[in-house]
C-alpha cells in the first residue's frame, strides 16, 4: 500500500506560478513511475506530467515548456512547477504512483489549483 498527500494547492492569478509537492509512503519510491493528473467537473481526468524513477518525464503538450515534474528519491516527493498559468488550468491535480511491476496504481487526495483572470 503506497499513500501519497499532495501540497502547494490554491488560488493564483492568470500568468503566475504554483508549485505542488506530493509525499509518497514506502520503501520503494525509486521504483515508481510518479505522475500528475487533473480533473475538471464533467470531465474526465488527464494526465499532466510522469516522471520515471531515473528522472525520465513526458508532458501533455498543453502544459509543455510551463510545468516541469522533478522528484527527490531521498525525500519520496515528486514535485510539479506550473509557471505561466492560465485560467484552463483551473482544476483538481491528483498525484498518481504507478507500479509497473505490480500493474498497481495508488492516488493522492487531490488538491485544487484555481487560475483567475
Known amino acids: 500500500q503506497v499513500q501519497l498527500v499532495e501540497f502547494g494547492g490554491g488560488l493564483v492569478q492568470n500568468g503566475g506560478s504554483l508549485r505542488l509537492s506530493c509525499a509518497a509512503s514506502?520503501?520503494?519510491?525509486?521504483?515508481?513511475?510518479m505522475g500528475w493528473y487533473r480533473q475538471v467537473p464533467g470531465k474526465q481526468r488527464e494526465l499532466v506530467a510522469t516522471?520515471?524513477?531515473?528522472?525520465?518525464?513526458t508532458y501533455v503538450d498543453s502544459v509543455k515548456g510551463r510545468f516541469t515534474i522533478s522528484r527527490d528519491n531521498a525525500k519520496n516527493t515528486v514535485y510539479l512547477q506550473m509557471n505561466s498559468l492560465k485560467t484552463e488550468d483551473t482544476a483538481v491535480y491528483y498525484c498518481n504512483a504507478h507500479i509497473v511491476s505490480a500493474g498497481k496504481d495508488y492516488w493522492g487526495q487531490g488538491t485544487q489549483v484555481t487560475v483567475s483572470s
Open positions: 514506502g520503501s520503494f519510491f525509486s521504483a515508481y513511475r
Open positions: 516522471v520515471t524513477g531515473g528522472g525520465t518525464s
